[in-house]
């Protein structure tokens, strides 16, 4: 009975002997997605899945678990049993969401990071009427008349909003923004010269600048992107040190044991080399990583530190 082994070795605060991991899984596992069926977490989840499934010799099904900026999730998640079989896949809001909202989970206290699955870098995407035809001009543009220029995101605390206070302040600029209800939205006010510009995903920018309703000028990794690999990262094309990266990764309940953990991370890593999924992220402009356990800790602590700074100076407040 290795469940039975797992709950004595607990509550008595011994480790679990390797004897065990080997017999995981012996039933099925659930994946929680905070966020409504589709989208890329979604589809990051379910092939995450599928790969699972086939190296674990084991069921693996996918429960959206939608609400509150996906806080209901991985609440649920942190308070599941920590024995592989209830896991998280979450976006890079998961670390941003409680800095904004204290009270909520916390990132490292209640959570064993897995792997980093994928990475998505933003693109700097203007309007064409824009004097601007790089990052130094802009920048250049944004010094001499403070204030005039606007940038559009998906709301307050999204990604594109934090990316957007990040180069200002990593600039010295007074850049304006503006929020809408969604990318789309946001997007297409830039192309109408709305607002002058904003940071978006590669699939939903990418198209517009192909057929010149946008200019792209760079993307906001600190490396150059595989699914965007004509700009130049913004920390190469003239505000140094700046690295703004979506990301989707797998999480565990805290104390989950060792060997569990590195049992997912070898069977998720196996599952995000399948070329069917690869196929199916570039379509999205989703980057396939892996990364250890600890790497994938190491990315959330310094996301936490870095936009921690930036909502405090800023003063982001969720609406």
Known sequence: MPNLRLLLALCLGISVPWTWAQDYPT??????VPLAPGGAVDSVARGIATGLTESLKQTVVVDNRAGAAGSIGAE?????????????????????????????YDPVRDF???TLAVSLPLVLAINPTVPAN????????????????????SGSGGFPH?????????TGTNIVHIPYKGNAAAMTDVIAGQIQFMFASPGLSIPHIKSGRLRGLAVSSRARSKSAPEFPPLHEAGVPGFDVTQWIGVLAPAKTPHPVI????????AALQR???????????LDPVASSPEQFGQIISSELEKWRKVIKEAGIRTE
């Open 162 to 170: 934090l990316a957007g206070e990040l180069l200002k302040a990593m």
């Open 275 to 285: 070329p069917e999924l690869i196929a199916r992220l570039a379509i999205e402009g």
């Open 262 to 269: 590195d049992r997912l991370q070898r069977g998720i890593v």
């Open 27 to 32: 039933k099925p596992i659930r994946v929680i």
């Open 134 to 153: 790089t990052v130094s001009e802009l920048i250049a543009l944004a010094r001499a008349k403070p204030g005039t220029l606007n940038y559009g995101s």
């Open 76 to 104: 649920l998640t942190a308070r599941a049993a920590p024995d592989g079989y209830t896991l998280l896949v979450a976006s890079a809001s998961f670390s941003i969401y409680p800095l904004m909202n204290p009270g909520s």
């Open 112 to 114: 064993a990071p897995v």
